[in-house]
């Protein structure tokens, strides 16, 4: 099975593939590869984002070719950061993040995929606006855990995977963990004052 790096990409013909803003010069120059598709993205109420996912082997066959299109469903979508397994229809424990450029980052391990995710600590508290895909008219100001340690597993291997986060990071593999467990953030919104109507997804 075909082997997606975790965190750091390694792999130039399958970053230039999935990833647009890759240095060209870094592909290669001829062969033939295949084309990642994109996912639509559910939208509430859907009712598969309201169920907790199943874990699931991460050496399973379509893992890694499902993790690849959630990362080229990323890529191409306005602002978007992260997205979890349920959002595209899949109803497994598995997201992809890479908050690489936002200017509220802190943190930052680059491109990460990781199936089976958990959180193993988390400390202080914080209020930011998030939004989301799969609610697209709306964004909140949501208390989360200003920094977490999460742990999970590699697509395509049984590798260990291990991250500290702050800011904006920590923010973003709390929120994809908590689709993973069937909640989309205006769940998380205190009051109904600290939600915002939007026209479009910025």
């Known amino acids: 099975m075909a082997k997606l790096h975790l965190v750091h990409l390694t792999d130039a013909h399958r970053r230039s593939a999935i990833d647009p803003r890759i240095d060209p010069r870094v592909a290669p120059t001829s062969g033939t590869y295949r084309r990642v598709g994109v996912r639509r993205v559910l939208t509430r109420p859907n009712p598969l984002l309201t169920r907790r996912a199943r874990e699931v082997d991460p050496r399973a066959e379509g893992v890694v070719e499902l993790a690849e299109e959630m990362v080229a469903t990323m890529r191409t979508s306005p602002a978007c950061v992260g ?7 899949e109803s497994i424990r598995m997201f992809c993040m890479d908050v ?19 959180i193993v600590s988390r400390s202080d508290n914080v209020i930011m606006r998030e939004g989301c895909m799969s609610v697209p008219d ?17 697509p395509g291997t049984r590798k260990v995977v291990r991250i500290t986060a702050d800011g904006m990071e920590a923010r973003c593999l709390q929120h994809e963990i908590d689709h993973l467990d069937g909640f989309v953030f205006v769940e998380r919104v205190g009051d109904v004052s600290a939600l915002f109507a939007r026209k479009t997804y910025e």
């Open 100 to 118: 690489t450029g936002h200017r509220k980052t802190r943190s930052c391990a680059g491109l990460v995929v990781m199936v089976n995710p958990h």
């Open 83 to 89: 997205i979890a397994a349920p959002q595209v229809g």
């Open 138 to 154: 709306f964004t909140g100001d949501v208390a989360r855990a200003a920094r977490v340690v999460v742990e999970g597993l590699e």
